[in-house]
């Protein structure tokens, strides 16, 4: 009985020792606390515009205790920086500070940060900075730095133009939530070296007519209103599926894309059926690139495609649904990233579901049409030899098994798709990096599309707005060795 008497005690000993522990804090100025980083850093943000959360760890590694008697913003509402420490706000009321925050040993919280900057009153993006403060119950004062670069903008919400407008005259940067619509009777022209940036509900909807008209050197550019970054190597605006892209509906005709570059869309760019006598869309030395959907989709419409990239996308890089589509001089690349249940590079047909629709032509010229895939090129017919279905490849470097009884092919090279030692259709280009999602589709040197453009079929001007030599290039990108001259090198 005694002996069951004595365990019972030195096991309630134990119990109190170890609560005892357990609540004990030290106030030594050797024991402070560790971060799992010293400064949460905002990258670029547009003024006004609520950030994404960012957090990080507090950690006690100390034999004892911490209690910090004060955890506070050191600018106070300076700054818009927002804190929740380990489930409690740094309210305005509380002065953007809280007390008696306390970590015990082996432990952690967690901290979050959010951030909506006051507008700094200047064109160009200002360094804004704070600090979150610790101060410990020994006195010691710790701190993790808080940054970030903001960019007053101009911010329009659920745009509907009923006149003709000119947009990206200003001088700050347009960002637009909700969309853009374009009135039947109205004409949009966005202006050379225009970048319009577009949150995630946001698109361009024509009912009228839209004129996107960069040069060579002043380019335009259509992207997502995240600045910041996924991942490390992964900027937001390397991710697809950022705003929802562009669309022609059936009212609208005799649209002009020059010199644009759209990318990280859902769609890029969709025209719905509409009278095929007249040109809907002129698409000229422009970028089409990472879209969640389609890159350019057309529905029985008269469209023509020159000199323009249209890559990686999770359905096909271009379909064609009947009507009549010129695709001259360009490079169509599927090596879309997130998906391996990718889209063809290329789709023409002469249906859509039930529907008939003819097609009425399908040129593609001196283009290169590649990707992963050993086939990227799908032509699907309807059923019925009466049936409009026109289509030519001439003088293209095509990724598809080799045709050799069709007379609408017309000295076309056939990427060697049983040659295992090529790395699928990577090898035409400068970099096809899926791991960091760069991408850079100028000729590599050994592409087998240097030198061989038709020349009648040739553009005078490649992508870029460089003049093609003597023996052009297939593809929307003329190589030039001189590394001066040359984005390829």
């Given amino acids: ?33 560790t971060f799992s980083t010293d400064t949460i850093s905002m990258d670029t943000i547009f003024s006004t515009v609520p950030t994404s959360t960012r957090t990080f760890w507090v950690y006690n590694k100390a034999g004892d205790g911490i209690r910090c008697t004060k955890v506070r913003l050191a600018r106070g509402n300076q700054t818009g920086f927002r804190i929740n420490v380990d489930g409690e706000y740094l309210s305005p009321t509380s002065g953007y500070q809280i007390s008696d925050v306390e970590i015990r040993k082996n432990d952690s919280i967690r901290v979050f940060v959010e951030l909506t900057s006051p507008e700094n009153g200047k064109q160009e993006p200002q360094l804004l900075e704070d600090e979150l403060v610790f101060l410990l119950e020994s006195g010691v004062e710790q701190k993790v730095a808080l940054n970030a670069y903001t960019w007053d903008a101009n911010l329009l919400k659920n745009v509907y133009v009923q006149n003709d407008t000119t947009i990206g005259t200003d001088s700050k940067p347009t960002v637009i939530y909700g969309g853009l619509t374009v009135d039947s009777c109205a004409t949009l022209n966005i202006a050379a070296g225009t970048t319009l940036y577009f949150h995630g509900d946001a698109g361009i909807n024509i009912y009228g007519r839209m004129i996107s008209e960069g040069t060579a050197d002043r380019n335009i550019v259509l992207r997502g209103d995240r600045l910041d970054n996924m991942f490390d190597y992964l900027p937001y605006d390397n991710v697809s599926g950022q705003w929802q892209g562009i669309r022609f509906y059936g009212s609208s005709y005799d649209n002009k894309i020059c010199y644009t570059d759209i990318h990280s869309t859902f769609n890029g760019i969709v025209c719905d059926s509409s009278d095929v006598s007249k040109v809907k869309l002129q ?13 350019v989709k057309s529905e029985n419409c008269s469209i023509e495609i020159r000199n323009s990239q249209i890559t990686n996308t999770l359905n096909d890089c271009v379909a064609i649904f009947g009507g009549s589509a010129i695709i001259q001089q360009c490079t169509l690349a599927q090596f879309y990233p997130f998906d391996s249940n990718r889209g063809a590079a290329l789709y023409y047909s002469n249906f859509q579901g039930e529907r008939y629709m003819p097609l009425l032509k399908m040129d593609c010229l001196n283009s290169i049409v590649t990707g992963y895939a050993n ?20 003088n293209s470097l095509l990724r598809t098994p080799e045709v050799t009884d069709d007379e609408n092919i017309i000295n076309v090279a056939f990427e060697n798709v049983e040659d295992t030692s090529a790395v699928s259709g990577e090898e035409n280009f400068v970099l096809v990096d899926i791991d960091k999602q760069r991408y ?27 003049q093609r030599d003597e023996l052009p290039d297939v ?15």
């Fill in 475 to 489: 593809g929307c990108y003329e190589y030039f060795k001189d590394p001066t001259n040359n984005e390829n090198e």
């Fill in 1 to 33: 009985m005694k002996i069951k008497n004595i365990i019972s005690l030195i096991s309630f000993l134990c119990l109190f020792v170890s609560c005892t522990d357990d609540d004990s804090f030290s106030l030594s100025k050797s024991d402070i606390l």
């Fill in 283 to 295: 698409l000229l030395n422009s970028t089409v690139h990472n879209c969640q959907g389609y890159g």
């Fill in 375 to 394: 086939d990227v090129i799908t032509g699907a017919k309807m059923d019925d030899e009466t049936k409009e279905f026109n289509y030519r490849f001439v």
């Fill in 440 to 466: 850079d589709f100028h000729l590599n040197e050994k592409s087998p599309a240097i030198n061989t453009a038709a020349i009648e079929y040739s553009l005078p001007e490649d992508r870029d707005g460089r």
